[in-house]
């Protein structure tokens, strides 16, 4: 059974920066796809970003170019580095990590970590 544990999050001034970690447990870190959504209170979860086991990644609208997203699989860890945060940014940030396996779809959520910004 595959565990994600986040971290990394806190409170920063806007304009400040932040980086996430979550290490993966009991899977093979390196096959899956890994992201970061966040939600905001009230509102639904989206997606922050996302990275292939290849390194090819994706980011939402709202982030691109301000954040980024990496993995270490020596580590079983995948990164979000965020700069420029906004207090739009605020939001409990969670990791994902998601493959699909002879048409078995796997897919791991962490606990969160709240990510606040002040103006």
Do not use: H
């Not at 739009?88 to 606040?116: F, H, K, L, M, P």
Request: glycine share 12%.
């Amino acid at each position: 059974q595959g565990q994600l544990v986040e971290s990394g999050g806190g409170l920063v001034q806007a304009g400040g920066s932040l980086r996430l970690s979550c290490v993966a447990s009991g899977i093979v870190f390196n096959i899956y796809r890994m992201g970061w959504y966040r939600q905001a209170p009230g509102k639904q979860r989206e997606l922050v970003a996302t990275i292939r086991s290849g390194g090819s990644t994706t980011y939402g609208d709202s982030v691109k170019g301000r954040f980024t997203i990496s993995r270490d699989n020596a580590k079983n860890t995948v990164y979000l580095q965020m700069n420029s945060l906004k207090p739009e940014d605020t939001a409990v940030y969670y990791c994902n990590a998601d493959r699909t396996i002879a048409a078995t779809s796997y897919n791991y959520w962490g606990q969160g970590t709240q990510v606040t910004v002040s103006l």
